[in-house]
Every structure is written in structure tokens, then in C-alpha cells.
């Protein structure tokens, strides 16, 4: 079938459903986007941090991964730059050390063997490189070619962008079921109506495993994601920061966003302790941007798939239905994206995106 006159369902406005109606409306599909929120990007990428690059702690899982992250960033420069910069990505860099300085050495050669754009900074060049950061640490990777993204602005960018090429929307409409109905065709049902599509992509986050339960239920499970937002007095944070005490950046003027790790099951004591926590820290380590405030603590539900496996491809039950989840969704949503128009379009292009398409 020709893409031109693919009928497309994709069920998710986050940045990855987003990415995909992006992608596919620029190719040509009639592409209908469907989320039970009032507006794009308010589900778990409203609780991402934003950090697109060579995430340091990348390097000591899979080769396999540390190719994805590294053709993730070349996709959002290439997404941005057909965007027309409205995607909103931000050149910052990104400094990331830990306790232990033979650590961030062995992370740094590793890196190093990749090919990775990294530096490994000494204490006083850390200082020169953050001047806000009261305690530089002995050892510290420097990623100069790291980004910072909102990832609620990017996702409205790129379904505006959508919309321009033709695709449709509908939010507030939450799907009731997804089906197989006559000749294999994808049956969205939302808000009332039945949508049959050629084809129907999941992109909703954890919520992925209920819509799809009763055609294949995907091996996709729940992660707490923690941001903690600040007020700040003076600006001027930049790069990324990420040290065992605080991983934090620059949220626009008077503002910062750190990301925390929380209980599987984090109550309101504990996001109280970690936005208190938070605070604190912040307020020792980044103590030249002045007076800070705790403006809000906010969860969210990652999706989390099999490790180094994210989770993109058609059901062998239902090859009308597509998935696409993946943790770090913002991260990837572009290469996701790009995989997916390239299947049905039936290219092959792994390679440069790190990211093979599965069946399940």
C-alpha cells in the first residue's frame, strides 16, 4: 500500500506519538491523532527531564545503547533543523560526575573508544566550565554537544507541525479499545466512535499494555519519574548538571527542573522528603544563583520495557497494530519516528538509528 493513501491511528500525544503523526503526515499518510488529555505532551513526557546526548551512565550498559543515544541526538538536530528551530532544542552541554573518580575515569576511556565527544575536566576546569557549582568535583565528563529539550513544548511543536500536513486530532477523546476488524484492519474505539484504520500505532506510554491486553499484552511495566521544579533568584546554570547529589538544568529565566529517583510506589511523604531533599541540595551546591523556592514535585509513569529492548514494532497477533514505547521516550521519539516510517515505507535504515524494529 502506498504510504500516500495509508489511513494512520496513533494513539498518544506524547513526544513519541507526536514524533510518529509528525513523520508520517510529512509522508504522506492521513494520520489521526487521538489522546484522552486536553492538550500534547501531558502524560509521562510531561514529567521527562529533557536531557537528550551521550548520557554518561549510557556507557556502561550496551554498545547497543550507547547507539541509539548517540544517533538520537543527530536525529533531534536534523528534526529541529526541519522544524525550522521549532522543536525548541537547546545546545548546552552537560556535566556528569559520581563519588567515585576512578569511576568517571573508566566511564570517560570507555567513552573515549566510541568515539564519543566527551572531555574528561579537572576540578579547577569543571569550575571554569559551571562557575554556579560551589563544590566542583575532583573529576568530571564534560559532553559539549548535549541538548536540553522541553519535552511538553516539543510535543505541541511537532503535532502543530502535523496538522499543517493534514493530520487530524482529537484530545480529550480517551480509547476504549483497540480491535481487529474486517480484512485485518485496525479498529480504534474512542469517545463513542469506531475508527477502522489501516494502521493503528500505540504510543500512550505504560498505558500501552492495557489497550493492547486483549490482542497481545506487551512486556511493559510502571517506573516512577520525579521532577522537582524551583524558583531560582539569578539565572545562569548551564550546562546540564548531573552529580550524585542533584541532576538538574536550566527551566527558563528563574527556573530549574531536577530529576529524582523515588519508591515504586512513592506517597506523599516521599515526594514531600525528595522535594525537600531537592531543595537543600540545590541550595548547597548552586548557592551563587541566590534565594531558592520549592515550586512543585510531580510523578509520572515511565514505560519500561526489557532491557536495552525498546519495545517498536507490529503485533505478529495483529500486524495492523504498531507499539512504540521506550524508556527514555524523549530521547528517542525521533528515531522512533523515522524507524517506523521507514518500515512502511520499506526501508532499512537500523543502522544509522541504532534501533531495530521487533514483532511480539
Given amino acids: 500500500m502506498s504510504l500516500t493513501t495509508l489511513r494512520a491511528t496513533v494513539v498518544g500525544a506524547g513526544i513519541v506519538g507526536a514524533a510518529i503523526a509528525y513523520r508520517l503526515s510529512r509522508a504522506g499518510c492521513r494520520v489521526r491523532l487521538i489522546d484522552r488529555a486536553s492538550a500534547p505532551g501531558e502524560g509521562v513526557t510531561a514529567h521527562s527531564f529533557g536531557w537528550i546526548g551521550h548520557t554518561p551512565f549510557a556507557l556502561e550498559t550496551t554498545r547497543a545503547t550507547f547507539r541509539r543515544r548517540a544517533a538520537a541526538l543527530a536525529q533531534h538536530r536534523a528534526l529541529d533543523r526541519e522544524l525550522g528551530g521549532r522543536l525548541g532544542l537547546a545546545p548546552c552541554g552537560a556535566l556528569f560526575w559520581t563519588r567515585d573518580p576512578e569511576r568517571v575515569e573508566r566511564l570517560f576511556r570507555i567513552g573515549a573508544a566510541a568515539d564519543a565527544p566527551l572531555r574528561l575536566l579537572s576540578a579547577a576546569e569543571t569550575a571554569e566550565r559551571a562557575p554556579v557549582l560551589t563544590e566542583p568535583p575532583p573529576l568530571a565528563i564534560d559532553a559539549p554537544e548535549d541538548c536540553a529539550l522541553n519535552p511538553i513544548g ?22 476504549d479499545a483497540i480491535e481487529i476488524g474486517r480484512a485485518g484492519a485496525a479498529v480504534v474505539r474512542a469517545g463513542g466512535a469506531r475508527i477502522e484504520s489501516d494502521l493503528a500505532v500505540v504510543a500512550a506510554g505504560a498505558d500501552s499494555a492495557a489497550l493492547l491486553g486483549d490482542l497481545a499484552p506487551p512486556p511493559l511495566t510502571r517506573s516512577p519519574s520525579v521532577l522537582v521544579r524551583l ?28 530529576a529524582e529517583s523515588a519508591p515504586a510506589a512513592p506517597t506523599a511523604a516521599d515526594l514531600e522528603r525528595i522535594g525537600r531533599e531537592t531543595l537543600e541540595a540545590a541550595r548547597r551546591l548552586l548557592a551563587p544563583l541566590g534565594p531558592m523556592a520549592l515550586q512543585s ?35 528517542l521519539a525521533p528515531s522512533i519516528a523515522q524507524a517506523i516510517a521507514d518500515e512502511l515505507a520499506g526501508r532499512e535504515n537500523r543502522e544509522a538509528l541504532g534501533l531495530s524494529l521487533v514483532r511480539y
Fill in 154 to 175: 516539543a510535543a505541541g511543536a511537532l503535532v502543530a507541525a502535523a496538522c499543517e500536513l493534514g493530520a487530524e486530532t482529537r484530545f480529550g477523546c480517551p480509547v
Fill in 231 to 258: 524558583d531560582v533568584a539569578r539565572d545562569g546554570l548551564s550546562p546540564i548538571l548531573s552529580g550524585p547529589e542533584l541532576e538538574v538544568r536550566a527551566a527558563g529565566p528563574g527556573a530549574l527542573i531536577a
Fill in 297 to 331: 514535585v510531580a510523578v509520572g509513569a515511565r514505560p519500561m520495557t526489557p532491557p536495552d529492548a525498546p519495545l517498536v514494532g507490529r503485533l505478529r497477533a495483529a500486524p495492523a497494530v504498531m507499539i512504540a514505547a521506550a524508556h527514555p521516550g524523549v530521547i
